[in-house]
């Protein structure tokens, strides 16, 4: 996914002394007149704005402040030199940057009361409009997250799909067992049966459907062709038709004291999909020869102009007959097939559902 970029914030920081909150950009406490800490965290806003001043908008494109190693001075991202002592700003430390700090604010955050004086306040007012006093307190038990609802219990599967499971279990290991008991049986072949096919095909005109880049050159026509889905990619694409797919917008630390509000999205591409025509092999019809005996042959096929010998296809049966019982066996196998002359005996071994799992001879 490619990074969208919405547009910048400001930030705020909570003053280590006396709890008042504060711009990003700020370098003092607007409540003490601390300065800003070093290893200050950046918050978000309760409610957020993105910036229209082309200024302030170099600034976070700036990057991350740079605190002097000499005076410890904050100075703006791209900056040479501090601006307060003139020390090269390149043995300077960066602010931290790079991490997201929650979910892009966009609506309106509702109001907070003065703890002193119960005056209603906006939510990210630093000091009182009515008293001054400072807000950070009624601010924090505003912003608390309610409490993670206890962790639900895995629901166990009822105790009747259990025992369904279990007897489905057992029956497919008794089928298995069933399957693979047999019974030695002697048996004579009572009869034999063959069949063979051979199907017939000829030229004619089959509809598939692709990709327009992909019909095939010998396509005879070219039919209807729809916009379809064909893939998805991350960063929108040179030509053709396309749709931008983004999720929620959240914010990004610049370590300015400003933030980024950035979007993950992904292109749908969209292509042709066509439906064409080519001349291929197809069944016309089936030649069959057959009969009861040992001497199977393939059919006249008497082609016509255009035709060919498709498929070819074999079959062949054995009837058993022993103390009464019958037993059918067929194979695809012609010199098998060859090998049970009828009166000959052979040996059955015959599973629990009358089916034949093996032959040998006696």
């Known amino acids: 996914m490619s990074k969208k970029s919405v547009g910048y914030v400001h930030l705020q920081w909570t003053c ?34 993105i910036i229209t001043d082309e200024t302030i908008i170099a600034k976070a494109k700036a990057g991350a402040d740079v605190h002097c190693a000499y005076c410890g001075t904050r100075n703006e991202g791209g900056t040479a030199v501090c601006q307060q002592c003139g020390a090269d700003l390149n043995e300077g430390t960066k602010r931290e940057s790079g991490h997201v700090v929650g979910a892009y604010r966009a609506d309106a955050a509702p109001s907070v009361a003065c703890p002193y004086c119960g005056s209603e306040n906006p939510a990210d007012a630093a000091v009182c409009q009515n008293c001054g006093a400072h807000t950070s307190d009624t601010n924090k038990t505003q912003q608390q997250q309610p409490p993670s609802p206890p962790a639900q219990k895995k629901q166990k599967l009822p ?8 007897l489905f279990l057992i029956a497919c290991c008794g089928f298995l067992f069933l399957s693979n008991r047999t019974e030695d049986e002697v048996a004579r072949v009572d009869g034999v049966e063959w069949k063979r096919t051979i199907n017939i095909e000829a030229l004619a005109p089959v509809t598939h459907n692709t990709w327009e880049d992909e019909i095939p050159s010998n396509a005879i026509r070219v039919g209807t062709c729809v916009s379809k889905k064909h893939h998805t990619q991350s960063s929108p694409p040179s030509t053709g038709e396309s749709t931008e797919m ?28 066509c439906d064409y025509t080519v001349e291929e092999w197809a069944f016309v019809r089936e030649m069959t020869a057959g009969g009861t005996d040992m001497n199977p042959y393939w059919p006249q096929t008497n ?36 090998q049970y002359q ?16 093996e032959i040998t001879a006696p």
């Open 16 to 49: 280590p002394y006396c709890d008042a909150k504060n711009k990003g950009v700020d370098k003092k406490c607007v409540n003490c007149a601390a300065a800003q800490p070093d290893d200050v965290q950046f918050e978000q806003k309760a409610q957020e704005e």
């Open 246 to 273: 983004c999720g929620t917008p959240y914010t990004i630390d610049q370590g300015s004291g400003l933030g980024e509000v950035v979007q993950d999205c992904e292109y749908i591409v969209y292509a042709q999909w």
């Open 303 to 338: 082609l016509s102009t255009g035709e060919r010998n498709g498929a070819q296809n074999a079959s062949y049966t054995v009837h058993f007959a022993a103390d009464g019982q019958s037993y059918t066996y067929q194979t695809t196998n012609e010199s098998e097939y060859m």
């Open 342 to 357: 009828v009166g000959t005996e052979w040996i059955l071994k015959v599973n629990t559902f009358g089916s034949i799992n």
């Open 159 to 166: 105790i009747g799909i259990i025992i369904g499971i279990v």
